[in-house]
Structures are given as C-alpha cells and as structure tokens.
DNA sequence: AAGCCGGGGGT
DNA sequence: ACCCCAGGCTT
C-alpha cells in the first residue's frame, strides 16, 4: 500500500472532530491556521471559537481596531499574528471585495500568510495540490525517510518541502495534508510515539534502526535571557492608575502594561528611585510605596525569563493621565500583567 | 542565515 | 530544565 494510503486510512480512523473541519470558509480555515501556528489545538481552540461569535465575517474583522483584535488575542501570545490578521483581513474587505484569495500564490500576500498557511488553506479550502511542511510533517518525514537533514536550515525545508510534494496525494491534497499533519500530533508525537501499533512501522527508517528519540534533527537550541522589570502601579485617590501601551519593536508590541522601569539587576526600592525612569515621577517616596511582591515573579517566555516586581505607588493624584480601576480590563496586556491584575483586584 | 516573537503543556 | 506546538517576519 503506498504512503499516502496508509496515512489517509489511519486518519479516517483517527481524526478528531475539530470546528475548523466542518467548514470550507477559507475566512474561517485561515483563521484557524493563523491561530495554530506555534500554538496546541487543545490552546488555540477557545480562541477559534470566541473569534468566530466576534467576528463572524472578514467584514467584522476588518472593521474592528487593531486594539479591539489585540483584546480578543490576549493571552495567546506571538500578537504579530494579531496585528497581521486584522490588516489581512482589511486587505480582502477592502481591496478584494471581501472575496477570498482562492489559490496559494495570492493568499502569500496576505501579512502572517506565509509557505506553511498558503498551502494549508489552498489545498484545504481549494483542494490545490500543495504539500504542507509544518513541525509535524518535518517529524514524520524526518523518521518514515530517515531523514536527518536539519529541520531549521535552508537545504532542509527545501528537502522535506520537496519530498513532501512528491508523497502528496494529489487527487486529495486537502485530506492528504490534514492525515500527514494529524498522523504527527496524534501518532508520531515528539516523545513516546506509539510505534508499537503504527501502520508506517515496518518502512519506518528511524523505527527500524533505533533512531526515533534522534529525529528529527533540529540545531542549536536558542539562549534565554534574562530581564528584570519593575512596574510601577499608580493607585490614585481616585481609583485611577496608569497604562502605557507598548510601541516599537520588542515584545508584547501594540499591548498595555504599566508605566516600566527595566534595571539591569534585582532593584531595591534605592536601586529603582535612582533610575532615570523614576525622575519623572515624584510622587515616588518611600513613604508610599509598597512591594507587591518581595520575591520576583519570573514570566518564562521562549526566549526570556522576565524577572518581575511589582511596585504600588499610591498617591493623591496621578503624575500623567490614568485610567479608571474598571477601564483597565478592556484593554490588552500581556498575561504577566493580566495575572497580576487578577492577583491585585483594583 | 540568524534572531526575534508568547504562552502553555508534556516529560 | 528542556522541548515542542497546524510559523512568519525582520535584520
């Protein structure tokens, strides 16, 4: 039986009953695929569902602020994503008369569309016969093939990008891509694959040469830094605190957070009133400020471990322009504010 | 080609 | 701790 077979054959079995399947509205595919890039189906899913109720069309996505696809993001983390997803859908409402673009070369332009999207969607949605590539494809190829190219190199996307093209079922682009790409999440898991009972056993190089905890091969694992952060929480007589929105490049670009003062190390209370952030502010006394908490919190990103502390600066009036305590959850923030505002409760 | 961009879950 | 997740963009 050929490979395309066997997988499709596992996938009719196998497959999970997930919204996005139950469609073929290319708005509603290449939602989906945005929000599982780099993201677990179990994780993505609420947020599949809650954009689907708040913007039931291209229209309403593309009407909405890019702050109001922000809020709606929160907690999902990449927020490029959701700044690209308002702007692509502006595009097709705008430019495109709110039409799809129904082949892979078009869906490319859109922002956040990229190699992996565009053939997911034009083989899901227009059943053209381009193979995907994503982290589960490359394990699979990597262990069927025995294939031990690196996965994050140049010659090995065009080398798993090639082969899979050339297994692609291209009579049934849409359910060979889906099978390949649920045979990798489901079966042939990063760790303990279940090898024991799979259809590919007996072709599978890497299972039959012992090197399935080998591959795929992927180089250099990244390198976490390590940032301290002190926020300062204004709490006004009022019941008012301040929020500055994030600009430039970094982090958490286009979300909220409060007013911060980054230091080099773990800051003491003298360490932070000496930082050229903090002259702005003098409201900032001893008298009144209290450590939210004396141990840092420490936010784990891929890349970044963000040591956190949280200073409560109360005070009569705010040194700049606040926000109302009850304001302050309408707007995004990333999840290490959110949790301490949940923590704090204004 | 390399670096950057989140947050959560599994081992 | 480390790895991975239906990747893409910028430098």
């Not at 677990?40 to 569902?49: H, N």
């Not at 709606?72 to 705008?94: C, I, T």
């Amino acid at each position: 039986m050929p490979f395309a077979k066997k997988l499709t054959s596992w996938y009719l079995e196998n497959k999970r009953d997930l919204p996005w399947r139950k469609t073929s509205d290319p708005y509603r595919v290449w939602l989906s695929e945005i929000i599982l890039q780099q993201t677990r189906v179990a994780q993505g899913m609420p947020y599949y569902f809650r954009f689907i109720n708040v913007f039931p069309t291209v229209f309403d996505l593309a009407n909405a602020s890019e702050e109001e696809v922000l809020k709606q993001w929160q907690g999902l983390g990449y927020y490029s994503r959701a700044r690209n997803l308002q702007a692509a859908a502006k595009f097709v409402a705008e430019e495109l008369g709110g039409k799809f673009p129904d082949n892979y070369r078009d869906l490319l332009k859109l922002k956040g569309v990229g190699d992996y999207t565009a053939s997911a969607v034009a083989s899901i949605c227009f059943n053209e016969p381009v193979a995907v590539v994503d982290g589960n494809v490359f394990r699979v190829l990597s262990r069927v093939f025995g294939i031990d190219t690196p996965i994050n190199t140049t010659q090995g996307k065009k080398k798993f990008g090639e082969k899979a093209q050339t297994l692609l079922d291209k009579k049934d682009p849409a359910e060979f891509n889906q099978a390949i790409m649920e045979f990798g999440a489901l079966h042939c898991t990063p760790r303990k694959p279940q090898c024991e009972i799979c259809p590919l056993a007996a072709e599978c190089v890497a299972f039959n040469q012992n090197r399935i905890s080998q591959l795929p091969v992927k180089l250099k694992k990244q390198k976490i830094k390590t940032r301290h952060f002190n926020y300062l929480v204004f709490v006004s007589k009022e019941e008012k605190t301040i929020l500055q929105q994030r600009k430039g490049k970094g982090i958490w670009k286009g979300l909220y957070e409060f007013p911060l003062v980054e230091t080099a190390s773990e800051a003491s209370f003298s360490n932070l009133v000496q930082e050229d952030a903090c002259q702005d502010y003098n409201v900032i006394k001893e008298e009144r400020v209290d450590l939210f908490n004396e141990t840092p919190i420490v936010h784990k990103l891929s890349h970044q471990h963000i040591h956190t502390k949280f200073w409560i600066v109360n005070c009569e009036e705010l040194p700049e322009e606040g926000i109302a305590f009850g304001d302050v959850e309408k707007l995004p923030v990333p999840a290490l504010i959110e949790k301490f505002i949940d923590t704090y409760g204004f």
